[in-house]
Nanobody, 122 residues
Framework: QVQIVESGGGLVQSGGSLSLACVVS????????MNWYRQTPGKEREWIAA???????DYADSLEGRFTISRDNAKNTVKLQMNDLKPVDTAVYYC????????????????WGQGTQVTVSS
């Protein structure tokens, strides 16, 4: 059973920055993609960023270039650098991996962790 632990959330003022981290209990080297998602109360969890093998990254249009995803296969870690945060970014943020067998790359392969809460005040 793959375990995923997210951290780094908190309360920040609008325009501020946060860096989220996700540690996975098994090697992510062979995972096709590592993704970040977020969810607000009453809404479905939405995909926001992907780090795909070969150094390819992809982002939801709503991020407007403010977030950067990175993966460290040696440390089984995925990070999300969030800059110029806005109140609409307030959500619980989750990480998940995608096996080659489960592509397309936005579909998570594993059980969800607890996530990390990000709250942006105006």
């Amino acid at each position: 059973q793959v375990q995923i632990v997210e951290s780094g959330g908190g309360l920040v003022q609008s325009g501020g920055s946060l860096s989220l981290a996700c540690v996975v209990s098994e090697s992510i080297r062979n995972m096709y993609a590592m993704n970040w998602y977020r969810q607000t109360p009453g809404k479905e969890r939405e995909w926001i960023a992907a780090a795909i093998v070969g150094g390819i990254t992809d982002y939801a249009d709503s991020l407007e270039g403010r977030f950067t995803i990175s993966r460290d296969n040696a440390k089984n870690t995925v990070k999300l650098q969030m800059n110029d945060l806005k109140p609409v970014d307030t959500a619980v943020y989750y990480c998940n991996g995608v096996r080659y067998a489960d592509t397309p790359y936005r579909n998570p392969s594993y059980s969800w962790g607890q996530g990390t809460q990000v709250t942006v005040s105006s």
